[in-house]
């Protein structure tokens, strides 16, 4: 959660720069979010790629048990804590980041 603030914080601090300096057709501030779209692609599909060669390297069976998938009645066992939380961040999201 820390990261994807001080992101948002960077990117609130940014964009302004990049508009304000802008009267192209195509202007400088979509450029720079596609560049960062293209940057996190390639660092998702790199993750993936050495994800997959520590696999192989350490010999591990990439078939998950029964006991491993995801169940519905799974999310029935979160504590009050996790609700807690994710509570807080649903009505944080909904009441402050519509106005910014």
């Known amino acids: 959660m820390t990261v994807s603030r001080m992101a948002s914080v960077v990117g609130a601090i940014i964009t302004p720069g990049l508009i304000r300096g802008d009267d192209g057709l195509l202007n400088s501030t979509v ?8 940057i996190s692609l390639c660092c998702g599909i790199g993750l993936v790629l050495i994800d997959r060669y ?9 078939m998950l048990t ?10 029935l066992e979160f504590k009050l804590p996790f609700w807690l939380v994710s509570a807080s961040c649903v009505f944080v ?7 910014i």
């Open 66 to 75: 029964d006991e491993d998938k995801f169940k519905f009645k799974d999310i």
């Open 93 to 99: 999201y909904m009441s402050i980041f519509p106005f």
């Open 31 to 38: 450029i720079f979010g596609f560049g960062m779209c293209v």
């Open 54 to 62: 520590a696999d192989k390297v350490d010999k591990k069976d990439l």
